[in-house]
């Protein structure tokens, strides 16, 4: 099957970027989407972007895609404490998706 | 927006037991929906495509024998955990793909932690 990798840890400091990598294999996937989930929480759709697309920015995050490599990445500006959760990469056709493992971000004061 | 809704959002039972759970479209029609489960700290793993009015498509490694899905109506599919063992508890979570063809966003329902003992 279709295999979603990502770190499985990031800590940052309040104010200052994340960043959140990615790498998929299916290349036929038409979208692919950042994902966040609190603790015991279901999962939020954070952004998403059109496999066409090369970057896509919307208000404080910022997703790069590089079809080439199959390399997604999410970037959150001024990270707050609220950002603390998994964030998940995932990828699919006919809205069956793929996750990666999910990366834990921590943000500390 | 469209909104997903599961039932019960958690559920305790003990080895040996049954659980149904539901997953329910509230303001558009369903055709197909996926169940996905997640282990505790990891991925959410695809386990099955729901059909209304067909059999559900299981995904490699799930015993279709075990996680019984019926897909009853346009807007209600059921999960249920046959002869549930501790390994079966988890988190399950369904969705199902927009109202409109193309649209990107597919929507899932909040969860339903299983437990059982």
């Known amino acids: 099957g279709e295999d979603v990798e990502q770190s499985l840890f990031l800590s940052v400091r309040e104010g200052d970027s994340s960043v959140i990598n990615c790498t998929y294999t299916?290349?036929?996937?038409?979208?692919l989407y950042w994902y966040k989930q609190e603790p015991g929480a279901g999962l939020q759709l954070l952004t998403y972007?059109?496999?066409?697309?090369d970057m896509k920015q919307d208000q404080r995050l910022t997703v790069l895609l590089n079809k080439k490599d199959k390399h997604l990445s999410l970037r959150i500006a001024d990270t707050q404490t609220g950002d603390s959760a998994i964030y998940f990469c995932?990828?699919?056709?006919?809205?069956?998706?793929?996750f990666g493992a999910g990366t834990t971000v921590t943000v500390r004061a | 927006g469209a909104v997903v809704s599961q039932h019960p959002s958690w559920v305790i039972c003990k080895s040996g037991t049954s659980v149904k759970i539901e997953c329910r479209s509230l303001?558009?029609?369903?055709?197909?929906m996926f169940w996905y489960r997640q282990f505790p700290k990891q991925s959410l793993m695809l386990m099955a495509t729901?059909?209304?009015?067909?059999?559900?498509?299981?995904e490699q490694g799930v015993e279709k024998d075990k996680f019984l899905i019926n897909h009853a109506s346009l807007t209600l599919s059921t999960l249920t955990v046959t002869s549930a063992h501790p390994e079966d508890s988890s988190f399950y979570i369904c969705?199902?793909?927009?109202?409109?063809?193309?649209?990107?966003?597919?929507?899932f329902g909040p969860g339903t932690r299983l437990t059982v003992t």
């Open positions: 303001d558009f029609q369903a055709t197909t």
């Open positions: 995932a990828e699919g056709n006919d809205y069956k998706l793929s």
């Open positions: 969705s199902a793909p927009p109202p409109l063809a193309g649209a990107y966003e597919q929507y």
């Open positions: 299916d290349s036929s996937s038409t979208y």
């Open positions: 729901s059909n209304e009015g067909s059999k559900a498509t299981y």
């Open positions: 972007i059109f496999s066409n697309m």
